[in-house]
């Protein structure tokens, strides 16, 4: 009984350190980008904090991801969020459909990170669970809502034959019109921008339940 006793304290010894540091967000904290001590900041990263710490971002400094490489240029980062919540909060296009570009560029650049963040908000949004979890697999997904396909269609030809057919951008032009057309594109282009942050950042990724992405030489096929 004692040397199952001392099996199962060594047992939860060696569990807990792997537990304790899957729940300390600083785990996520990117090793080439610690955090800059507020009491350090420049006027110009002062003003990029203020700025982070506004509805509806509500951020801060300690914030994982690509924030933390904005920090290294705040008058780039004040910029950048100004795009990104532009786009993600401004356009009134449905956030169902900004959600899924935003899942379909980091399926482009196999971002587990952005894919971890927004694949839980594009369910929320009303995407069905079966469009992502076929898009991690690199399959067309099957459950797609005829906007969704637009949408899908237009930026997978982007991204895979680096053009995009006529009667691709006719049907987004006729759906969306030409604002809306621009507006997805410019979402789908603000999160190469956050990708290539976070390969920058060698950025850790938090654990999740969401459909992995697989690893994949052609994530879009024909």
């Known amino acids: 009984m004692q040397h199952l006793l001392k099996i199962g304290v060594i047992a939860v010894a060696l569990a807990l350190p792997y537990v304790s540091s899957a729940q300390t967000p600083m785990q996520y904290g990117s090793p080439r980008y610690p955090v800059i001590d507020p009491a350090s900041f420049t006027p110009a990263q002062k003003t ?4 982070m710490k506004k509805p509806p971002r509500n951020g801060n400094v300690n914030n994982p991801g690509p ?6 240029s705040p008058e780039f980062g004040i910029r950048a969020i100004e795009m990104s919540d532009y786009l993600r909060w401004g356009t009134g296009i449905d956030p169902r459909l900004l959600e899924l570009a935003i899942i379909i ?3 482009n650049w196999n971002s587990a990170y952005i894919w971890r963040a927004h694949y839980p908000d594009a369910v929320q949004a009303g995407l069905d669970p079966s469009v992502g ?6 399959r067309r997904p099957t459950k797609m809502k005829e906007d969704e396909a637009l949408i899908y269609d237009f930026l997978t030809q982007m991204y895979r034959d680096k053009e995009i057919t006529d009667q691709t951008f006719n ?3 006729a759906k969306f ?3 809306g057309v621009t507006e997805i594109m410019g979402i789908a282009g603000y999160y190469g921008i956050t990708a290539m942050a976070l390969i920058t950042a060698k950025q850790p990724v938090p654990p999740g339940d969401e459909p992995k992405l697989a690893a994949l030489t052609q994530p879009f096929p024909k």
Do not use: L, T
């Open 48 to 51: 990029f904090a203020d700025e």
């Open 67 to 72: 924030f933390r490489v904005y920090f290294r």
């Open 105 to 107: 560029a980091a399926r």
């Open 133 to 138: 979890a076929d898009i991690a697999a690199g």
């Open 171 to 173: 049907a987004m032009k």
């Open 177 to 179: 019109g030409e604002k």
